[in-house]
T-cell receptor
Framework: AQSVTQLGSHVSVSEGALVLLRCNYSSSVPPYLFWYVQYPNQGLQLLLK??????LVKGINGFEAEFKKSETSFHLTKPSAHMSDAAEYFC???????????FGTGTKLQVIP | DADVTQTPRNRITKTGKRIMLECSQTKGHDRMYWYRQDPGLGLRLIYYSFDVKDINKGEISDGYSVSRQAQAKFSLSLESAIPNQTALYFCATSDLTSGGVETQYFGPGTRLLVL
C-alpha cells in the first residue's frame, strides 16, 4: 500500500520568502515521488521527481525537494517566492511497476506582495 | 498543439442526462487515466487503462464508464449524471521508463456542473 500526506491545505508566504511545502509518504517498497503544480484553470504539470538517483532533486522554476528516508518525507522548497508561484501543489507517490500513482490532497500556495 | 486534449472544457448538464467526456493524446503512451478533482480531496482515480484491451476500475468508478477506442483516445461517460458528480475532471497519460518510473501528463481538465 502507498499513500502521501500533505501537511497544510493552505500556505501563505511573502514575496521573497522561503517556500516550504510538506509531504510525507508511506510505501512498502522504495518509492518514486513526485511534485506536480496546478496553476489556476490548468491541468497538473510535473515540477520534479525522485527516482532514487539522488536524494536532492531539482525541478523547474527554482524548486527542489529532498528525499529523506528516515523521515519518510519529500518536502518541496524554494528559497525565494515569486508571485507567479501562486498555485496548488500536489505530492504523489508510485511504488513502481503496475502500481498506480497516488496523489496527496494538495496545498494551495498564496504569495503575498 | 497540446499533447493531451480534453473536450469539452466546460459542460453544464441536468440530472439524469448521459454525457461523455473525451480525451485524446499525441504522446504515444499506452497508459491513460481519468481522475476527478474536488476541493480538499485532491485527485481521485476513476478508471485507468494500461493498453487498448486493458481497462480497470479506480477508487471511485461507480456511476462512470469508459471506452478506450484507440491508443490515443479514452472517453469517460456518466450514464445518468447526478449533482455530486459536479467536479473538475482530468485525463492523464503516462509512460513507464525502463527504470520503472511512471510520469503522468495531464490534460487541461473539463469542468462539469450537474444541475
Amino acid at each position: 500500500a502507498q499513500s502521501v500526506t500533505q501537511l497544510g491545505s493552505h500556505v501563505s508566504v511573502s514575496e521573497g520568502a522561503l517556500v516550504l511545502l510538506r509531504c510525507n509518504y508511506s510505501s512498502s517498497v522504495p518509492p518514486y515521488l513526485f511534485w506536480y503544480v496546478q496553476y489556476p484553470n490548468q491541468g497538473l504539470q510535473l515540477l520534479l521527481k525522485y527516482t532514487s538517483a539522488a536524494t536532492l532533486v531539482k525541478g523547474i522554476n527554482g524548486f527542489e525537494a529532498e528525499f529523506k528516508k528516515s523521515e519518510t518525507s519529500f518536502h518541496l522548497t524554494k528559497p525565494s517566492a515569486h508571485m507567479s508561484d501562486a498555485a496548488e501543489y500536489f505530492c504523489a507517490v508510485n511504488s513502481g511497476g503496475y502500481q498506480k500513482v497516488t496523489f496527496g490532497t494538495g496545498t494551495k500556495l498564496q504569495v503575498i506582495p | 498543439d497540446a499533447d493531451v486534449t480534453q473536450t469539452p472544457r466546460n459542460r453544464i448538464t441536468k440530472t439524469g442526462k448521459r454525457i461523455m467526456l473525451e480525451c485524446s493524446q499525441t504522446k504515444g503512451h499506452d497508459r491513460m487515466y481519468w481522475y476527478r478533482q474536488d476541493p480538499g480531496l485532491g485527485l481521485r482515480l476513476i478508471y485507468y487503462s494500461f493498453d487498448v484491451k486493458d481497462i480497470n476500475k479506480g477508487e471511485i468508478s461507480d456511476g462512470y464508464s469508459v471506452s478506450r477506442q484507440a491508443q490515443a483516445k479514452f472517453s469517460l461517460s456518466l450514464e445518468s449524471a447526478i449533482p455530486n458528480q459536479t467536479a473538475l475532471y482530468f485525463c492523464a497519460t503516462s509512460d513507464l521508463t525502463s527504470g520503472g518510473v511512471e510520469t503522468q501528463y495531464f490534460g487541461p481538465g473539463t469542468r462539469l456542473l450537474v444541475l
